[in-house]
């Protein structure tokens, strides 16, 4: 079975600070992926990356930055935490883009609180 | 118009009931399709994934496709309290893939 791992489920962080959200996958997929998920606006896509060092902005990436050093692992680097980005932030992985149907698998899920 | 749209609910039946959950889609690109679970403050999980048009069959789940209306469909027989949860379609083609808001399903004992 695919294991997406987050590692933070919960999280309280002040206005300003610096927050890293960690993922990692073990099956050897290529493409990873940052969702937030908000009630009433379903899941928005950040930033996805599709090979290591490689990333994408999505649909709101604003305030938000992506690092991906090694295949497995692709962390959600929130610059400077703000009240609105508080949320569930979803990390999930697929197989590679020539791959047709590429099914998305994710993780539990961070819950960020910021006040 | 959206490319994916699914009522978002909350859908109450009672336990045993067949439920029918439905999403709409505009772009004919679309090629794969998808039906995703999720419990309260989980993650997604993948419940059937088909690329056809017709039926698809697992367990008391099944996953129509009709590509002609653009219009999918998840069927829950025998529905149990533990089908409560909210049901994301995904539509997708090549290596893009879009989600609906979901639909909140309520099984009531």
């Known amino acids: 079975d695919v294991k997406v791992t987050q590692s933070s489920r919960y999280l309280v962080k002040r206005t300003g600070e610096k927050v890293f959200l960690e993922c990692v996958q073990d099956?050897?997929?290529?493409?990873m992926f940052w969702y937030r998920q908000d009630p009433g606006l379903g899941l928005r896509l950040i930033y996805f990356?599709?090979?290591?060092?490689?990333?994408e902005k999505g649909d709101i990436p604003e305030g938000y930055s992506v690092s991906r050093e090694k295949k497995e692992r692709f962390s959600l680097i929130l610059e400077s935490a703000s009240t609105n980005q508080t949320s569930m932030y979803l990390c999930?992985?697929?197989?590679?883009?020539?791959?047709?149907?590429?099914?998305?698998?994710f993780g539990e899920g961070s819950w960020l609180t910021v006040v | 118009q959206k490319e994916v749209e699914q009522d978002p609910g909350p859908l109450s039946v009672p336990e045993g009931a067949i439920v029918s959950l439905n999403c709409t889609y505009s772009?004919?690109?679309?090629?794969?399709f998808m039906w995703y679970r999720q419990y309260s403050r989980k993650g997604p999980e993948l419940l059937m994934y088909?690329?056809?048009?017709g039926n698809k069959e697992d367990g008391r789940f099944t996953a129509q496709v009709d590509k002609s209306s653009k219009y999918i469909s998840l069927f829950i027989r025998d529905s149990q309290p533990s089908d409560s949860a909210t049901y994301l379609c995904?539509?997708?083609?090549?290596?893009?893939?879009?989600f609906g808001k979901g639909t909140r399903l309520h099984i009531l004992p």
């Open positions: 772009n004919s690109a679309f090629q794969y």
């Open positions: 088909t690329y056809s048009s």
């Open positions: 990356s599709y090979d290591v060092k490689m990333k």
């Open positions: 099956m050897d997929h290529e493409n």
């Open positions: 995904a539509i997708g083609w090549g290596d893009k893939i879009i």
């Open positions: 999930a992985s697929s197989l590679g883009q020539t791959t047709p149907g590429n099914t998305i698998y």
